[in-house]
Nanobody, 130 residues
Framework: QVQMVESGGGLVQEGGSLRLSCLVS????????MGWFRQAPGKEREGVAC????????YYPDSVKGRFTASRDNDKATLYLQMNSLKPEDTAMYYC???????????????????????WGQGTQVTVSS
């Protein structure tokens, strides 16, 4: 049984930082490309970070580029998202997801639905106060 458990969310002031973690069990993490996504109430789901199976390739949309950094430790079966310079518009539920194929290239965030992100975590809430 695949389980993906996010943690590290919370309430932070504008300009602050958080580090999210996603602990994966039940599947060989190194065989999967991983993504971080977020969804705010009343808004569509948004991809915020793509990281290849090895971690060598990453991609971020403009909305978070330069502020968010994804990393992974396959031996620990854990995915991370370091979020710096947080803004109120970053407030959302954040999810990790695994796909067997999802190239981390420009435009990734517009093609997420074309990739097989078949495994998802339950999410962790991030709230940024102004």
């Amino acid at each position: 049984q695949v389980q993906m458990v996010e943690s590290g969310g919370g309430l932070v002031q504008e300009g602050g930082s958080l580090r999210l973690s996603c602990l994966v069990s039940g599947l060989p993490l190194r065989d999967y490309a991983m993504g971080w996504f977020r969804q705010a109430p009343g808004k569509e789901r948004e991809g915020v970070a793509c990281i290849s199976w090895s971690g060598a390739s990453t991609y971020y949309p403009d909305s978070v580029k330069g502020r968010f950094t994804a990393s992974r430790d396959n031996d620990k079966a854990t995915l991370y998202l370091q979020m710096n310079s947080l803004k109120p518009e970053d407030t959302a539920m954040y999810y990790c997801a695994a796909a067997t194929f999802a190239p981390c290239i420009p435009g990734w965030e517009t093609r997420v639905d074309q990739y097989d992100y078949k495994f998802w975590g339950q999410g962790t809430q991030v709230t940024v106060s102004s």
